[in-house]
């Protein structure tokens, strides 16, 4: 994929050739009109990254197209960013610039940024960090107001804490999430708050409990859970179960059980084919499961996956592959419909679509 450029004026249309493309692949499921949720034209990711190029004294962030990984393509702005990381690229390439112990054999660059107003910059580095590194960076971080982290090989030094808060409103409360440097977050955050609201007005006329998976750092499971009873939610990265406990905490949600489980591993204990230590303060018999929230990887369900799925009376399925949701949404076409549909247009400039299904029992 070569590195997109962006041009405002181009949006709409990009946006709506991927709308009739999705509505096509999924013509033959008698798809309702989906619902579509429009990007930001500019300033709409709250991550990014970048190769950082030495040309003798100079430094500038670079990306690499894959036609030509060898070839340099040195950024000044990048459109893509949001405000607050398209102001800061500037201010910290000149600052790293006047610093040979800060820009000396520095390699990449890691932006994540919130709408709460925080950031967390990553710089790794090709050379170990040894101990006139420490005190640059604290300079540098107070000066930018940022929490910063530096990476070399085996050396992570955090300086302060490797994540950020978010903070944003939705359907009146003020929903908080702990985000960890390098474990998934939405990057779209406008259209990540897009998403909650479509799934919390699906869920609104849902009653019963709710068994989420792949629930990263409770993002979904947060805003949804005061529309069940009680939630089961699983996932299975350790960091991203921390931060879910951490959220759920942090806005003050207690009829949420998480457990660190593998859709594969929560398929074969609810089956009760595997017991799972895990799971030993879990009472599987006390939950009356009636939908199944997932939001998987790429990858899509798998086939176990799919058949626990078959199992409840509504799926509420948000897919970063209409190609992987076209396959799941197939294998359950003999049980369930689609009920309400709606695109997500978390990456603009991109021929990737993030979309949402309600799902129902025929
Ligand atoms: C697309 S992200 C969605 C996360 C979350 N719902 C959100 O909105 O931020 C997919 C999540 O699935 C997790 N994951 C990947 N493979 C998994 C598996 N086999 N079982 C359970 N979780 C998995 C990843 O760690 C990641 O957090």
């Known amino acids: 994929m070569p590195i997109p450029t962006i041009d405002p004026s181009t ?161 009146g409360r003020q929903l908080r999430y702990q985000q960890i440097e390098g474990s998934f977050t939405q990057p779209n955050a406008g259209v990540n708050r897009k998403m909650l609201g479509w799934a ?35 996932e299975v990265s350790k960091t991203s179960v921390g931060a879910a406990n951490y959220n759920l905490l942090a806005n003050g949600i207690d009829n949420v059980q998480m457990v660190r489980m593998s859709s594969e591993e929560i398929s074969g204990a609810l089956a009760r084919t595997r017991e799972y230590l895990r799971m030993k303060d879990v009472d599987l018999d006390s939950y009356r499961f009636t939908t199944l929230f997932v939001d998987p990887p790429r990858s899509g369900l798998d086939a176990p996956t799919v058949e626990l799925a078959r199992g409840f009376d509504r799926i509420l399925y948000i897919s970063c592959n209409p190609l992987t949701l076209q396959d799941n949404v197939a294998a359950l076409q003999d049980t369930h419909q689609i009920s309400a549909a709606a695109v997500f247009d978390q990456f603009p400039y991109t021929h990737h679509l993030e979309c949402g299904l309600l799902l129902t029992r025929r």
Request: hydrophobic share 45%; with cysteine; charged share 25%.
């Open 200 to 234: 919390c007005a699906q869920a609104a006329s849902l009653d019963g409990d709710l068994l989420e998976l792949y629930c990263g750092n409770g993002n979904f499971t947060v805003a949804l859970a005061p529309c069940f009873g009680h939630v089961l939610a699983t």
């Open 11 to 171: 949006y709409a249309g990009q946006l709506a050739d991927k709308v009739s493309q999705f509505k096509h692949n999924f013509a033959a499921f008698a798809l309702p009109e989906p619902e579509v949720f429009a990007s930001e034209p500019l300033h709409y990711r709250m991550r990014a990254e970048f190769r950082m190029w030495h040309d003798g004294e100079r430094i500038d962030y670079a990306m690499f197209d894959p036609a030509e990984p060898k070839v340099p393509v040195t950024i000044e702005h990048f459109p893509q960013a949001c405000e607050s990381i398209s102001a800061m690229m500037p201010r910290l390439r000149e600052r790293l610039q006047g610093s040979l112990v800060l820009r000396h054999r520095l390699f990449q660059i890691e932006f994540l940024a919130t709408l709460s107003g925080e950031m967390l910059i990553t710089l790794v580095y090709h050379r170990p960090l040894d101990e006139s590194w420490e005190p640059a960076a604290r300079e540098l971080a107070a000066e930018l107001g940022v929490k910063l982290i530096g990476r070399s090989r085996k050396q992570k030094i955090v300086l302060e804490q490797d994540w950020v808060l978010e903070s944003l409103e939705l359907n």
